[in-house]
């Protein structure tokens, strides 16, 4: 934007310069430069609102685009941007990377010794069931066992809830539980320590995940619909990360997960998954329910 | 363009560089970032609205929004669409959508800082920030300026006139407040969206708002008070001409002397 700039002569400018407010001081210039800069200004615009349209229509999801334009457009418009290689797939792996990112930056968030913000029990909010589907009839209760596998010793231990209420320290804690929705509750919660049963039973060597299955959640329907979350061991190691056994001082109703569920109050309230049937520790990043659906994978708040 | 200019090859023209390219482009990539995040947001917003009454009996809504969409939209009796979604299917990407709407919402969030990240430094460096500094006679000409706005149309009707109050600086008091509040507002909705984002990690910009529903509701906030800058924006430029939005897209106004009484 140097006016005084002659040409065959480039001076170098310093970036402090180069970002100064422009002088608000009246410029005489050839007519003839004033015109081709608005032209070159305008088709450039005019470029940038033509790749910001199309970049929107090739970013909404397939059902949103349904609701817009007619069909003949959105054909046309669908085979102009894919001639371009913006189809689907890409569309899909784009906004997928983005969730990584968003992941990761979240994983640099994460401190192991920073603490979750506690709550008084006054404090306490209602406590929806969110069950995914419909909840599951109490009558798995008096045959659970945790089995945890995945273990140093190579064996698979298998646990009863009296077991772990025995061999294990309870600790109580009134957290917030965020919900991916938008809604928290705040609730009090007593269990025993994820990092205290990773000590009594330590993880194969190099694994950095767990796998924690709950094989009694149903679908809508009532059909089996085993759920599964993948959760990074230095979260699993945090102090404030708990295998509720207990809700407001009592034993886990089966709609919040009874016998045992996850409390992570440092990550999403769908990877706190409930009445959880199996741990398995893994080197390799494990499946996730929620993260085969469109949704992040790490989670962290 | 100017069959005067055509005639003369040696024409010239006097004009006065108004935005810096930093600013203008700011200016335009802001554009599409905030519609989408607006578009995306309420689809998540759809999800569990932080804006809610109990369950009306007639429609079975519980949030405002969804009734604001079903007093726009007047849904014929017994139509099978669901009303409540009117203004969530218009202006976000629809309802059930959350997924979807949350992968968006990361990328326009990250675009926008990106760009707010590029003008606050710009207008830092530049000392472009201190056209937008509030004055200590804006209150009074600000209000000078709302009295010209509402009187503009009804004095034009009547044929009487109705002067412009003087500009003696780049924006006029209105444009000052505005100009100046936008880049607030812009980290007012990153500051209240990391700290639901990020609660736990960032729980002391959580706190900054009382809680996590405090931050849930400023950033609401924040989306309508965008939306609604853009309706007297978009007036205004229309209203004030060609050469204001064209200097927006060129840099460069032809306004040499100043309209309004500018030195």
Not at chain 1, 110 to 128: A, Q
């Amino acid at each position: 934007m140097d006016e005084t700039e002659r040409p065959g002569e480039r001076r170098r400018v310093s970036v402090a310069k180069r970002l100064a407010e422009p002088d608000e001081s009246p410029v005489e210039l050839p007519a003839s430069k004033v015109r081709a800069r608005t032209r070159r200004d305008f088709l450039f615009w005019t470029a940038g609102a033509l790749v910001a349209a199309g970049g929107f229509w090739w970013l909404l999801p397939d059902e949103t685009r349904e609701r817009h334009l007619t069909p003949a457009m959105r054909d046309w418009l669908d085979s102009l941007e894919a001639r371009v290689g913006a189809d689907r797939l890409r569309r899909e792996r784009f906004l997928n990377r983005v969730l990584t990112f968003d992941d990761d930056v979240a994983e640099a968030l994460y401190s192991p010794t920073r603490s979750v913000r506690t709550y008084s029990r006054s404090e306490i909010t209602p406590l929806k069931n969110n069950y995914n589907g419909a909840t599951p009839k109490p009558d798995y209760l008096p045959g659970w066992t945790l089995t945890v596998s995945g273990l140093a010793s190579g064996r698979v231990e298998r646990l009863t809830i009296a077991e772990l209420l025995g061999r294990f320290a309870l600790h109580d804690q009134v957290t917030r539980l965020f919900c991916v929705e938008g809604w928290s509750a705040i609730a009090w919660w007593g269990g025993l320590r994820f990092a205290d049963l990773l000590q009594a039973y330590s993880p194969v060597s190099g694994a950095r995940w767990a796998k924690l299955e709950s094989s009694v959640n149903l679908d809508a329907a009532g059909g089996p619909d085993p759920y599964y979350v993948s959760i990074d061991l230095p979260t699993a190691r945090h102090p404030q990360t708990l295998l509720a056994t207990h809700l407001s001082g009592k034993a886990l109703p089966v709609e919040h997960g009874a016998p045992l569920r996850l409390l992570a109050p440092m990550k999403l309230g769908l990877k706190n998954i409930k009445a959880i049937t199996s741990i398995a520790y893994s080197v390799e990043q494990p499946a996730d329910y929620w993260n085969e659906r469109g949704y992040s994978r790490y989670d962290g708040l | 363009m100017r069959i005067a200019e055509k005639e003369h090859p040696a024409a010239t023209r006097k004009v006065v560089v108004r935005h810096h390219a930093l600013v203008r482009l700011a200016h335009w990539a802001t554009l599409p970032v905030l519609f989408g995040l607006i578009a995306s947001g309420l689809s998540i917003y759809w999800a569990s609205p932080v804006n809610q009454h109990p369950v009306n009996p007639a429609t079975g809504s519980t949030d405002y929004l969804a009734d604001l969409g079903i007093w726009i939209s007047h849904p014929p009796p017994g139509t099978a669409a669901d009303p409540g979604a009117w203004l969530y299917d218009r202006f976000g990407l629809g309802t059930f959508r959350l997924a979807q709407a949350l992968r968006l919402h990361w990328l326009f969030a990250y675009l926008f800082m990106t760009v707010g990240l590029l003008y606050a430094i710009g207008l830092a460096l530049g000392g472009g920030y201190k056209a937008l500094l509030p004055r200590r006679s804006d209150l009074a000409g600000a209000l000078a300026m709302l009295r010209y706005y509402l009187g503009a149309v009804p004095a034009k009707l009547l044929r009487r006139p109705w002067p412009h109050p003087p500009v003696k600086s780049k924006y006029n008091p209105l444009q000052r407040i505005a100009y100046l509040a936008m880049p607030l507002l812009g980290l007012l909705a990153v500051a209240s969206g990391w700290a639901m984002h990020k609660p736990v990690q960032l729980k002391w910009l959580e706190r900054l708002f009382v809680n996590y529903e405090g931050a849930r509701i400023i950033h609401f906030w924040t989306m309508v008070a965008f939306a609604t800058f853009v309706i007297p924006h978009v007036v205004l430029v229309i209203a004030d001409g060609w050469d204001t939005f064209r200097s927006m897209v060129t840099g460069w106004s032809y306004r040499v002397g100043g309209r309004y009484g500018r030195d």
